[in-house]
């Protein structure tokens, strides 16, 4: 028997143990790594599900925030989004509320694949 249990419950007890930092990198391996976000950064994604520009453009700067911080999938909060993309470092109601409509787009390659038909030809291409 392993210090953390059963054998049979050994590998969740061990991540567990370890902390939400830890799962989320064991999750990311398991994703298809293939597609970057600086892959997707440097195409703009036009016609996106919400049909503005700065939808687009806000889903660009997080693209470039995961690009210029080692290049890997993760979740962006709107802190760190207002800190790196405006120059007050905080976010209007109307810039977090765009934050808040395409964050989730853009902490998969899987879901930025969804925001638009360039992004999905960004997906195919690095598969």
């Not at 790594?33 to 600086?38: G, R």
């Not at 687009?56 to 210029?68: F, G, P, S, V």
């Not at 120059?87 to 925001?115: H, I, M, N, W």
Request: net charge negative.
């Amino acid at each position: 028997m392993c210090k953390f249990g059963s054998h049979g419950r050994c590998a969740l007890s061990f991540a567990l143990a370890r902390g939400p930092a830890f799962i989320f990198s064991e999750i990311q391996n398991l994703i298809d790594m293939n597609a970057k976000p600086s892959d997707f950064f440097q195409v703009h994604p036009w016609s996106c599900p919400f049909g503005t520009y700065e939808h687009e453009e806000t889903a660009r700067r997080i693209m470039k925030i995961l690009a210029d911080d080692g290049d890997l999938w993760r979740p962006v909060s709107a802190d760190e989004y207002a800190k790196k993309c405006t120059k007050s470092g905080f976010l209007s109601d109307e810039q977090e509320k765009r934050f808040l409509d395409v964050v989730d787009y853009c902490t998969y390659p899987e879901t930025a694949k969804l925001f638009s038909l360039q992004w999905r030809q960004v997906y195919n291409d690095n598969k």
